[in-house]
Protein backbone atom coordinates (compact mmCIF):
# COMPACT_ATOMS: atom_id res chain seq x y z
CA UNK A 1 0.00 0.00 0.00
CA UNK A 2 1.13 3.26 -1.04
CA UNK A 3 0.30 6.58 1.03
CA UNK A 4 1.40 9.87 -0.57
CA UNK A 5 1.38 13.38 2.22
CA UNK A 6 0.90 16.29 -0.10
CA UNK A 7 1.99 19.24 1.39
CA UNK A 8 4.77 22.43 0.96
CA UNK A 9 5.35 21.71 4.63
CA UNK A 10 3.04 24.07 6.55
CA UNK A 11 2.34 23.21 10.07
CA UNK A 12 -0.91 20.86 9.23
CA UNK A 13 1.13 18.89 6.90
CA UNK A 14 3.01 17.78 9.68
CA UNK A 15 -0.05 17.29 11.92
CA UNK A 16 -1.36 14.98 8.94
CA UNK A 17 1.69 12.99 9.07
CA UNK A 18 1.56 12.76 12.08
CA UNK A 19 -1.91 11.00 11.85
CA UNK A 20 -1.07 9.49 9.36
CA UNK A 21 1.51 7.28 10.40
CA UNK A 22 -0.21 6.79 14.16
CA UNK A 23 -3.65 5.16 11.81
CA UNK A 24 -1.10 2.88 10.16
CA UNK A 25 0.50 1.81 13.41
CA UNK A 26 -3.17 1.18 14.39
CA UNK A 27 -4.08 -0.42 11.67
CA UNK A 28 -1.01 -3.26 11.28
CA UNK A 29 -0.74 -2.58 7.67
CA UNK A 30 2.34 -2.64 5.29
CA UNK A 31 2.13 0.76 3.92
CA UNK A 32 4.91 3.29 2.61
CA UNK A 33 4.52 6.63 3.53
CA UNK A 34 6.43 9.28 1.78
CA UNK A 35 5.46 13.02 1.43
CA UNK A 36 5.30 15.38 -1.85
CA UNK A 37 6.77 18.98 -1.14
CA UNK A 38 7.60 20.30 -3.99
CA UNK A 39 4.59 22.56 -5.56
CA UNK A 40 5.24 21.09 -9.27
CA UNK A 41 4.59 17.55 -8.59
CA UNK A 42 1.60 18.64 -6.40
CA UNK A 43 -0.31 20.75 -9.03
CA UNK A 44 -0.20 17.45 -11.00
CA UNK A 45 -2.41 15.74 -8.61
CA UNK A 46 -5.06 18.47 -9.02
CA UNK A 47 -5.92 19.16 -5.52
CA UNK A 48 -6.32 22.24 -4.78
CA UNK A 49 -5.74 22.65 -0.82
CA UNK A 50 -3.19 21.21 1.16
CA UNK A 51 -2.10 18.97 3.15
CA UNK A 52 -3.81 16.12 0.75
CA UNK A 53 -3.57 12.50 1.43
CA UNK A 54 -3.33 9.94 -1.40
CA UNK A 55 -3.61 6.36 -1.01
CA UNK A 56 -2.84 4.05 -4.14
CA UNK A 57 -2.42 7.07 -6.55
CA UNK A 58 -5.83 8.16 -5.07
CA UNK A 59 -6.36 11.37 -3.36
CA UNK A 60 -8.96 10.43 -0.65
CA UNK A 61 -8.86 14.22 1.45
CA UNK A 62 -7.87 17.59 0.38
CA UNK A 63 -7.85 20.75 2.40
CA UNK A 64 -7.58 19.46 6.11
CA UNK A 65 -6.52 17.86 9.04
CA UNK A 66 -8.27 14.17 9.27
CA UNK A 67 -8.92 12.50 12.81
CA UNK A 68 -6.81 9.15 13.11
CA UNK A 69 -10.11 6.59 13.43
CA UNK A 70 -11.09 8.24 9.69
CA UNK A 71 -7.77 7.14 8.23
CA UNK A 72 -7.20 4.06 9.79
CA UNK A 73 -10.90 3.25 8.02
CA UNK A 74 -9.16 4.68 4.69
CA UNK A 75 -6.87 2.28 5.02
CA UNK A 76 -9.13 -1.17 5.79
CA UNK A 77 -11.85 -0.59 3.31
CA UNK B 1 -22.07 37.99 28.03
CA UNK B 2 -20.30 40.70 28.96
CA UNK B 3 -22.28 42.21 32.23
CA UNK B 4 -20.21 40.27 34.68
CA UNK B 5 -17.08 41.79 33.11
CA UNK B 6 -16.55 45.48 33.92
CA UNK B 7 -17.15 45.00 37.37
CA UNK B 8 -14.85 42.12 37.77
CA UNK B 9 -12.30 44.17 36.02
CA UNK B 10 -12.91 47.35 38.12
CA UNK B 11 -12.82 44.81 41.12
CA UNK B 12 -9.53 43.18 40.25
CA UNK B 13 -7.58 46.64 39.21
CA UNK B 14 -9.32 48.51 42.62
CA UNK B 15 -9.27 46.05 45.27
CA UNK B 16 -7.38 43.06 44.53
CA UNK B 17 -4.36 45.29 43.43
CA UNK B 18 -5.85 48.06 45.22
CA UNK B 19 -4.78 50.44 42.97
CA UNK B 20 -5.76 54.01 43.13
CA UNK B 21 -8.19 55.30 40.01
CA UNK B 22 -6.62 57.66 37.55
CA UNK B 23 -3.03 56.75 37.00
CA UNK B 24 -1.95 55.59 33.81
CA UNK B 25 -0.96 51.33 34.82
CA UNK B 26 -4.65 51.37 36.22
CA UNK B 27 -6.43 52.79 33.23
CA UNK B 28 -4.45 50.13 31.25
CA UNK B 29 -4.94 47.28 33.31
CA UNK B 30 -8.67 48.25 33.41
CA UNK B 31 -8.93 47.93 29.92
CA UNK B 32 -6.99 44.93 29.21
CA UNK B 33 -8.84 43.26 31.64
CA UNK B 34 -12.11 44.12 30.54
CA UNK B 35 -11.14 43.93 27.09
CA UNK B 36 -9.50 40.18 27.03
CA UNK B 37 -12.08 37.98 28.25
CA UNK B 38 -14.53 39.82 25.93
CA UNK B 39 -12.58 39.60 22.75
CA UNK B 40 -11.74 35.87 23.62
CA UNK B 41 -15.25 34.68 24.34
CA UNK B 42 -16.38 36.55 21.19
CA UNK B 43 -13.70 34.90 19.18
CA UNK B 44 -13.74 31.44 20.27
CA UNK B 45 -17.84 31.55 19.13
CA UNK B 46 -17.64 33.11 15.94
CA UNK B 47 -14.41 30.95 14.69
CA UNK B 48 -16.98 27.87 15.58
CA UNK B 49 -19.49 29.18 13.44
CA UNK B 50 -17.31 30.13 10.27
CA UNK B 51 -16.24 26.74 10.73
CA UNK B 52 -19.48 25.20 10.59
CA UNK B 53 -20.26 27.57 7.32
CA UNK B 54 -17.10 26.64 5.78
CA UNK B 55 -17.45 22.91 5.47
CA UNK B 56 -20.06 23.95 3.46
CA UNK B 57 -17.87 25.22 0.90
CA UNK B 58 -15.31 23.72 -0.98
CA UNK B 59 -12.60 25.80 -3.38
CA UNK B 60 -13.76 22.91 -5.99
CA UNK B 61 -16.65 24.10 -5.73
CA UNK B 62 -15.80 27.22 -6.14
CA UNK B 63 -13.63 26.96 -9.35
CA UNK B 64 -16.55 24.90 -11.05
CA UNK B 65 -18.79 28.13 -9.72
CA UNK B 66 -16.42 30.93 -11.82
CA UNK B 67 -14.57 28.70 -14.45
CA UNK B 68 -15.55 30.76 -17.52
CA UNK B 69 -17.52 33.63 -15.75
CA UNK B 70 -16.84 36.69 -17.24
CA UNK B 71 -14.44 39.56 -15.83
CA UNK B 72 -16.90 42.10 -13.55
CA UNK B 73 -19.53 39.73 -12.58
CA UNK B 74 -16.66 37.00 -12.03
CA UNK B 75 -15.19 39.71 -9.93
CA UNK B 76 -18.12 39.82 -7.30
CA UNK B 77 -18.72 36.54 -7.34
CA UNK B 78 -15.11 35.59 -7.26
CA UNK B 79 -14.31 38.21 -4.21
CA UNK B 80 -17.69 37.12 -2.42
CA UNK B 81 -16.75 33.42 -2.28
CA UNK B 82 -13.11 33.95 -1.17
CA UNK B 83 -14.35 35.25 2.17
CA UNK B 84 -16.83 32.06 2.96
CA UNK B 85 -14.41 29.40 1.46
CA UNK B 86 -11.56 27.63 3.61
CA UNK B 87 -8.40 29.12 1.95
CA UNK B 88 -4.87 29.50 3.83
CA UNK B 89 -2.00 31.14 2.25
CA UNK B 90 -0.39 27.65 2.16
CA UNK B 91 -2.79 26.51 -0.42
CA UNK B 92 -2.58 29.71 -1.72
CA UNK B 93 -0.18 28.15 -4.79
CA UNK B 94 -2.18 25.03 -5.41
CA UNK B 95 -5.57 27.20 -5.60
CA UNK B 96 -3.83 29.55 -7.65
CA UNK B 97 -2.72 26.44 -10.34
CA UNK B 98 -6.36 24.81 -10.17
CA UNK B 99 -8.27 28.10 -10.60
CA UNK B 100 -6.06 28.98 -13.92
CA UNK B 101 -5.51 25.58 -15.50
CA UNK B 102 -9.56 25.24 -15.12
CA UNK B 103 -10.66 28.43 -17.11
CA UNK B 104 -10.75 31.26 -14.41
CA UNK B 105 -9.78 34.46 -15.89
CA UNK B 106 -6.92 35.97 -13.91
CA UNK B 107 -8.45 38.85 -12.58
CA UNK B 108 -11.18 36.66 -11.12
CA UNK B 109 -8.66 34.53 -9.90
CA UNK B 110 -6.84 37.39 -8.24
CA UNK B 111 -9.92 38.98 -6.85
CA UNK B 112 -10.47 35.57 -4.75
CA UNK B 113 -6.97 35.71 -3.69
CA UNK B 114 -7.43 39.39 -2.40
CA UNK B 115 -10.24 38.60 -0.48
CA UNK B 116 -10.11 35.58 1.10
CA UNK B 117 -7.17 37.22 3.65
CA UNK B 118 -8.46 40.60 3.39
CA UNK B 119 -12.08 39.96 4.43
CA UNK B 120 -11.40 37.96 7.73
CA UNK B 121 -14.65 36.81 9.67
CA UNK B 122 -11.85 37.24 12.79
CA UNK B 123 -12.00 40.74 11.85
CA UNK B 124 -15.36 41.26 11.04
CA UNK B 125 -16.73 39.96 14.40
CA UNK B 126 -14.07 41.72 16.64
CA UNK B 127 -14.86 45.16 14.50
CA UNK B 128 -18.66 44.33 15.34
CA UNK B 129 -18.03 43.44 18.92
CA UNK B 130 -15.52 46.33 19.49
CA UNK B 131 -17.27 49.39 17.62
CA UNK B 132 -20.48 48.48 16.37
CA UNK B 133 -22.17 47.23 12.93
CA UNK B 134 -21.22 50.34 11.35
CA UNK B 135 -17.34 50.03 11.31
CA UNK B 136 -18.26 46.31 10.25
CA UNK B 137 -20.31 46.49 7.59
CA UNK B 138 -18.05 49.58 6.01
CA UNK B 139 -14.67 47.10 6.39
CA UNK B 140 -16.83 43.61 4.98
CA UNK B 141 -18.25 46.95 2.06
CA UNK B 142 -14.74 48.24 1.45
CA UNK B 143 -13.19 44.73 1.89
CA UNK B 144 -14.99 43.00 -0.99
CA UNK B 145 -14.78 46.74 -3.58
CA UNK B 146 -11.08 46.63 -2.92
CA UNK B 147 -11.01 42.87 -4.14
CA UNK B 148 -13.15 42.88 -7.22
CA UNK B 149 -11.59 46.27 -8.32
CA UNK B 150 -8.39 45.49 -8.01
CA UNK B 151 -8.99 41.46 -9.55
CA UNK B 152 -10.94 43.63 -12.37
CA UNK B 153 -7.97 45.79 -12.80
CA UNK B 154 -4.98 43.25 -13.11
CA UNK B 155 -7.34 41.05 -15.01
CA UNK B 156 -7.65 44.58 -17.92
CA UNK B 157 -3.86 45.11 -17.40
CA UNK B 158 -3.17 41.54 -19.62
CA UNK B 159 -0.87 40.11 -17.18
CA UNK B 160 -1.03 36.76 -18.03
CA UNK B 161 2.27 36.46 -19.79
CA UNK B 162 4.03 36.96 -15.87
CA UNK B 163 2.61 34.01 -14.59
CA UNK B 164 5.65 31.40 -14.36
CA UNK B 165 5.01 29.48 -17.85
CA UNK B 166 5.22 25.88 -16.32
CA UNK B 167 1.63 26.66 -14.30
CA UNK B 168 0.13 26.52 -17.89
CA UNK B 169 1.81 22.94 -19.06
CA UNK B 170 -0.03 21.60 -16.23
CA UNK B 171 -2.33 19.19 -18.00
CA UNK B 172 -5.32 20.43 -17.99
CA UNK B 173 -7.60 20.13 -14.25
CA UNK B 174 -10.52 18.03 -16.34
CA UNK B 175 -12.77 17.25 -13.29
CA UNK B 176 -12.04 16.89 -9.63
CA UNK B 177 -9.43 14.70 -9.12
CA UNK B 178 -11.11 13.99 -5.61
CA UNK B 179 -14.42 12.96 -5.43
CA UNK B 180 -16.68 15.50 -3.41
CA UNK B 181 -17.08 15.00 -0.11
CA UNK B 182 -20.80 14.82 -0.25
CA UNK B 183 -22.99 14.15 2.29
CA UNK B 184 -20.41 15.18 5.08
CA UNK B 185 -22.72 14.45 8.60
CA UNK B 186 -23.09 17.05 10.83
CA UNK B 187 -21.12 15.85 13.15
CA UNK B 188 -17.94 15.96 10.82
CA UNK B 189 -19.10 19.62 10.24
CA UNK B 190 -19.41 20.04 13.68
CA UNK B 191 -15.87 18.64 14.14
CA UNK B 192 -14.50 20.87 11.51
CA UNK B 193 -15.84 23.71 13.63
CA UNK B 194 -14.15 22.80 16.81
CA UNK B 195 -10.97 21.68 14.82
CA UNK B 196 -11.05 25.58 14.07
CA UNK B 197 -11.48 27.00 17.07
CA UNK B 198 -8.52 24.84 18.29
CA UNK B 199 -6.57 26.02 15.19
CA UNK B 200 -7.50 29.30 14.93
CA UNK B 201 -7.65 30.65 18.71
CA UNK B 202 -5.03 28.05 20.03
CA UNK B 203 -2.47 30.08 17.29
CA UNK B 204 -3.33 33.73 17.73
CA UNK B 205 -4.21 34.34 21.37
CA UNK B 206 -0.95 35.46 22.28
CA UNK B 207 -0.91 37.80 19.28
CA UNK B 208 -4.46 38.85 20.53
CA UNK B 209 -3.36 39.46 24.39
CA UNK B 210 0.04 41.20 23.23
CA UNK B 211 -2.39 42.91 20.92
CA UNK B 212 -4.75 43.86 23.26
CA UNK B 213 -1.52 44.82 26.17
CA UNK B 214 0.00 47.07 23.67
CA UNK B 215 -3.88 48.46 23.29
CA UNK B 216 -3.70 48.78 26.88
CA UNK B 217 -0.53 50.84 27.01
CA UNK B 218 -1.82 53.14 24.50
CA UNK B 219 -5.08 53.67 26.66
CA UNK B 220 -3.46 54.18 29.67
CA UNK B 221 -0.23 56.36 28.86
CA UNK B 222 -0.69 58.06 25.42
CA UNK B 223 -2.22 61.47 25.83
CA UNK B 224 -5.20 61.91 24.36
CA UNK B 225 -4.75 63.54 21.50
CA UNK B 226 -1.48 62.42 20.83
CA UNK B 227 -2.54 60.26 17.86
CA UNK B 228 -4.60 63.08 16.08
CA UNK B 229 -1.48 64.81 15.12
CA UNK B 230 0.25 61.65 13.49
CA UNK B 231 -2.75 59.49 12.36
CA UNK B 232 -5.92 62.79 12.41
CA UNK B 233 -7.17 63.21 8.81
CA UNK B 234 -5.50 66.73 9.01
CA UNK B 235 -2.44 64.85 8.01
CA UNK B 236 -2.45 64.32 4.27
CA UNK B 237 0.17 61.69 4.29
CA UNK B 238 -0.90 59.20 6.95
CA UNK B 239 -2.74 57.22 4.99
CA UNK B 240 -0.24 56.04 2.51
CA UNK B 241 2.10 55.83 5.82
CA UNK B 242 -0.11 53.82 7.63
CA UNK B 243 -0.26 51.13 4.10
CA UNK B 244 3.07 50.91 3.88
CA UNK B 245 4.14 50.43 7.48
CA UNK B 246 1.15 47.75 6.97
CA UNK B 247 3.04 45.36 4.75
CA UNK B 248 6.11 44.40 6.38
CA UNK B 249 3.97 44.47 9.48
CA UNK B 250 2.36 40.35 9.27
CA UNK B 251 -0.49 39.89 12.08
CA UNK B 252 -3.68 38.04 11.80
CA UNK B 253 -6.67 40.36 12.40
CA UNK B 254 -6.69 38.82 15.68
CA UNK B 255 -3.92 41.19 16.78
CA UNK B 256 -4.13 43.87 15.34
CA UNK B 257 -7.60 45.33 15.80
CA UNK B 258 -6.88 45.86 19.65
CA UNK B 259 -4.35 47.75 18.76
CA UNK B 260 -6.44 49.47 16.09
CA UNK B 261 -8.83 49.99 18.96
CA UNK B 262 -6.25 51.97 20.80
CA UNK B 263 -5.51 54.20 17.96
CA UNK B 264 -8.88 55.19 17.09
CA UNK B 265 -9.51 55.69 20.59
CA UNK B 266 -6.82 58.21 21.02
CA UNK B 267 -7.61 60.38 18.09
CA UNK B 268 -6.92 58.53 14.86
CA UNK B 269 -9.02 59.36 11.38
CA UNK B 270 -11.05 56.06 11.05
CA UNK B 271 -10.14 55.79 7.16
CA UNK B 272 -6.25 55.90 8.28
CA UNK B 273 -6.86 52.79 11.18
CA UNK B 274 -8.77 51.14 8.50
CA UNK B 275 -5.97 51.50 5.62
CA UNK B 276 -3.26 50.34 8.46
CA UNK B 277 -5.78 47.28 9.34
CA UNK B 278 -6.26 46.24 5.98
CA UNK B 279 -2.63 46.54 4.61
CA UNK B 280 -1.37 44.35 7.50
CA UNK B 281 -3.66 41.55 7.07
CA UNK B 282 -4.42 41.89 3.09
CA UNK B 283 -1.29 42.65 1.97
CA UNK B 284 1.58 39.80 3.42
CA UNK B 285 5.30 39.62 2.55
CA UNK B 286 5.31 35.72 2.98
CA UNK B 287 1.83 35.23 0.63
CA UNK B 288 4.09 37.12 -1.39
CA UNK B 289 7.20 34.90 -1.07
CA UNK B 290 4.79 31.83 -1.33
CA UNK B 291 3.05 33.34 -4.55
CA UNK B 292 6.40 34.04 -6.16
CA UNK B 293 6.40 30.25 -7.18
CA UNK B 294 3.97 30.44 -9.81
CA UNK B 295 3.99 34.63 -10.74
CA UNK B 296 7.05 36.43 -12.36
CA UNK B 297 8.34 39.50 -9.84
CA UNK B 298 6.20 41.98 -12.21
CA UNK B 299 2.56 40.54 -11.47
CA UNK B 300 3.91 40.37 -7.88
CA UNK B 301 5.04 43.86 -7.78
CA UNK B 302 1.83 45.00 -10.03
CA UNK B 303 -0.85 42.62 -7.48
CA UNK B 304 1.25 44.42 -4.11
CA UNK B 305 0.54 47.87 -6.12
CA UNK B 306 -3.11 48.06 -7.21
CA UNK B 307 -4.39 46.42 -4.39
CA UNK B 308 -2.03 49.00 -2.05
CA UNK B 309 -3.76 51.62 -4.12
CA UNK B 310 -7.10 50.32 -3.49
CA UNK B 311 -6.32 50.34 0.31
CA UNK B 312 -5.14 54.06 0.12
CA UNK B 313 -7.92 55.40 -1.81
CA UNK B 314 -10.24 53.58 0.60
CA UNK B 315 -8.85 55.68 3.52
CA UNK B 316 -8.38 58.66 2.57
CA UNK B 317 -11.60 58.42 1.25
CA UNK B 318 -12.92 58.01 4.71
CA UNK B 319 -10.71 60.74 6.18
CA UNK B 320 -12.57 63.44 3.69
CA UNK B 321 -16.09 62.17 4.43
CA UNK B 322 -16.15 60.97 7.74
Known amino acids: ?16 AEVVRKAVEKSGKDAAISKVEDIREISKWKVMATPALAIDDEVKIAGRVPTVEEVTSLLTP | MYQGLSPFAKWVTY ?9 HLTSALEFFLYEAPKVLLLLTL ?20 LAGKREFAGNGMAALLGTVTPFCSCSAVPLFIGFVTAGVPLGV ?5 ISAPM ?10 GLFGWKIAAIYLGMGLAIAMASGWAIGRMGMEKYVEEWVF ?25 LDAVRDI ?9 AGIAVGAGIHGYVPENFMASVMGSGAWWSVPLAVLLGI ?15 LLGKGAALGTALAFMMSVIGLSLPEMVILRKVLKPRLIATFAGVVGVGILIVGCLFNLVM
Not at chain 2, 109 to 113: H, I, M, Q, V
Not at chain 2, 175 to 193: F, I, V
Not at chain 2, 201 to 209: S, T
Request: contains cysteine; neutral net charge.
Open chain 2, 248 to 262: PLYSNAAGIIPIVQA
Open chain 2, 201 to 209: VGKVWPYLL
Open chain 2, 119 to 128: VNEVALVLLF
Open chain 2, 46 to 65: VVFVVGVVRSFFTPERARSF
Open chain 2, 109 to 113: TFSFL
Open chain 2, 15 to 23: SLFSLSPGT
Open chain 2, 169 to 193: ATEEAGGDAMPEEQGMSWGMRLRLG
Open chain 1, 1 to 16: MKIEILGTGCPKCRQM
